[in-house]
């Protein structure tokens, strides 16, 4: 393969100015849009070597045939025109996202004589003004009820709304109380346009306000003894309360913000969008994104605003990122333009905001796992991974047996493995082995090491379980007996699955060959860049981020890297018990209090006999005993 691109553009042909670039395939369809404050400088990355290259990198650059660019005003114009291009080519190596649901909004028609307040998924009804979204439909009407209890506007459909207006009688809702717009012949069309005004002012964050305002008249009619109407306002006030209730003060209570908060790998992301008015939080919006090529995190905030806002009407004062993008400063003018007002963007660091930021990336993590584990658990997706990876290993079957191994330690010491199952895609749990390494020099012999004993069950003769030769014989003399089986270990995988790169995937294949396995296929997983090793192979396979067969893997891999980090765990756990518990006189509880005292078994091997003495229920002779015994450790 050339190191080199043949479009490759001349030195010094293109230019500093800030602009948009294109890379297109041999057909000229668009494959990335991106932009950049000065053109030579960003474009230059994208025909160093081929072998500096980050893999999906160099897959998008060699897949393109062409690259031009637009050379634009200011870094502003470049963000504008990066988003239409976007949105008007739909490049597959740009960020893909992906709604986890269509989420229901509260829309408010402004743009009719009469506004009504409605539940929809539609986000293109002209005029209207949107709340949400909210995370089920119920939710959204149980916010209305409340709502047009305070603020009593139209509910009824149109054609209600139309007929009511030409006879003169009242709409069916409005007979039942459930309509306040003019069609229920209680207020005129400028009274009920009030009234919507007050409703999405409210919605929109101005609470204190409504409240005290009701509140006022409350108590100003109550002295008047006009006791009905002070009932009246009671209600109203109750009403409003109770939607406050629904969401609690997060933030300060003239706060207007929209928080993101994000949890990404190497191939996808996942987004929660807070969206906070009047300090309270008013919607909750998910997304996952598929990444094509290599992006970093302030790219990727970019993206995520950019997606958000470009078509938005309701463009907060303030948005709070956790990582600030590189052309923040272009993006709020970009926003500001959008608002009519100053837009800041920020990184929440301490207080409320980072409070807030954890809560909404915890979401995002559990959000990025469901992704992905939704991704393998279903049959079809199951099969077309095992089809897929059938294919691009080369193999002569389907891979229904996977085993995957991890090597862990803790700074070359309690080296431990782990070994997890997968059959027709779906974990075998009963089947996980753990090993510990007694000796080792590095990973390699480790993974070594563990796959010659794991190998070794393969050559051992089948024994008959004792219970099973039971079973054969009651069943010779008629009597049925029930048997529990046990899983068999001997059983081969049709595929070893190996946490690293090519060392790793080296090691493991002189396994096989030692151990007489040719016949098993074995391959490797690098995490930084998800690139698949096959033994003897100078290039890895990689895999499309839209695979089957690359979640599954992921899977795999990570589940290996949690079970091995478990075994541990518990391992060093007995390791410094059976530490303490040489000590004459310590037992179990004492150790126990002492570990909770000093923290570890470090700070207690440091700490002198009278530190030690301080310790409840530890006397001067077990001190001096337990100091003694550490310090020869």
């Known amino acids: 393969m050339a190191d080199t691109l043949h479009y490759k553009p001349r030195a010094g042909e293109i230019p500093t100015n ?91 028609t402004l743009g009719d004589e009469a506004p009504r307040v409605i539940v929809t998924r539609n986000r293109k009804i002209p005029g209207a003004r949107y709340f949400g979204p909210y995370p089920k439909v119920w939710a959204v009407h149980e916010t209305i009820d409340l709502m047009v209890k305070a603020f009593p506007i139209r509910t009824c459909s149109d054609s209600s709304y139309k007929r009511a207006m030409q006879t003169g009688r009242p709409c069916f809702p409005g007979q039942i109380g459930k309509c306040g717009g003019p069609c229920s012949m209680t207020v005129t069309i400028e009274e009920h346009r009030a009234m919507v005004d007050d409703f999405v002012a409210f919605m929109a964050g101005g609470d204190e306000r409504f409240t005290r305002e009701l509140t006022r008249r409350m108590l100003a009619a109550s002295a008047a003894m006009d006791y009905e109407a002070a009932a009246k306002y009671r209600d109203k006030l109750s009403a409003i309360e109770a939607v406050l209730g629904k969401s609690a003060l997060v933030l300060a209570s003239d706060e207007d913000a929209d928080l993101f908060g994000i949890a990404e790998d190497e191939l996808a992301a996942a987004v929660q969008h807070f969206v906070i008015r009047g300090g309270r939080v008013r919607g909750v919006r998910a997304m996952t994104i598929e990444k094509e090529i290599d992006i970093s995190s302030a790219d990727l905030v970019d993206q995520v605003l950019q997606r958000a806002y470009g078509d938005a009407q309701d463009v907060p004062r303030r948005i709070i990122v956790p990582t600030m993008p590189d052309d923040a400063a272009e993006l ?106 007694p000796e080792t020099t590095d990973d390699t012999d480790s993974m070594y090491q563990v796959l010659r004993r794991r190998l070794a069950y393969l050559d051992r003769p089948e024994e008959q379980d004792p219970q099973e030769q039971a079973a054969e014989d009651a069943l010779a003399e008629g009597v049925v007996a029930e048997v529990k089986r046990k899983p068999r270990f001997a059983y081969p995988p049709q595929l070893l699955l190996v946490d690293g790169g090519q060392p790793q995937v080296e090691a493991a294949a002189r396994a096989l060959r030692d151990a007489g396995h040719s016949e098993i296929a074995v391959c490797g997983i690098a995490k930084r860049l998800e690139e698949i090793w096959l033994p003897g192979e100078d290039f890895p396979v990689i895999l499309p981020r839209t695979s089957e067969s690359l979640y599954l893997l992921q899977r795999l891999r990570d589940e290996a890297h949690r079970f091995a980090i478990t075994h541990q765990r518990k391992r060093r756990k007995g390791d410094i018990s059976t530490v303490l518990a040489e000590v004459p006189g310590l037992g179990a509880s004492r150790i126990k209090v002492l570990l909770k005292h000093f923290g570890s078994v470090t700070a207690l091997k440091s700490a002198a006999p009278a530190e030690i003495e301080e310790v409840q229920g530890i006397g001067p002779v077990l001190a001096r005993n337990i100091h003694s015994h550490l310090s020869t450790r």
């Open 18 to 108: 800030p602009g948009v670039y294109r890379f297109r395939d041999a057909d000229g369809r668009v494959l990335y849009v991106g932009k950049a404050k000065n053109l030579r400088q960003r474009l230059s990355n994208y025909f160093a070597p081929l072998r500096t290259l980050h893999e999906r990198t160099r897959r998008m650059v060699t897949t393109a045939s062409s690259v031009e660019w637009t050379v634009v005003p200011t870094d502003v114009d470049s963000l504008q025109l990066e988003y239409m291009w976007i949105k008007e080519f739909d490049p597959p190596f740009n960020v893909r996202y992906k709604d986890d649901k269509s989420y229901p909004f509260m829309a408010v």
């Open 332 to 437: 709020e003018v970009w926003l500001r333009e959008r608002r009519g007002k100053k837009v800041e963007i920020a990184v929440a660091q301490r207080g409320q905001r980072a409070d807030l930021m954890r809560t909404a990336t915890l979401n995002a993590q559990q959000a990025l796992i469901r992704y992905k584990t939704r991704r393998t658990s279903d049959y079809v997706a199951r099969t077309q991974a095992l089809t897929d990876l059938q294919e691009a290993l080369g193999m002569t079957e389907a891979p229904l047996r996977i085993e995957c191994f991890d090597i862990s330690h803790l700074s070359g010491t309690n080296v431990v493995a782990s070994m997890v199952v997968f059959e027709d895609g779906l974990p075998r749990k009963d089947q996980y082995r753990s090993f510990n390494i």
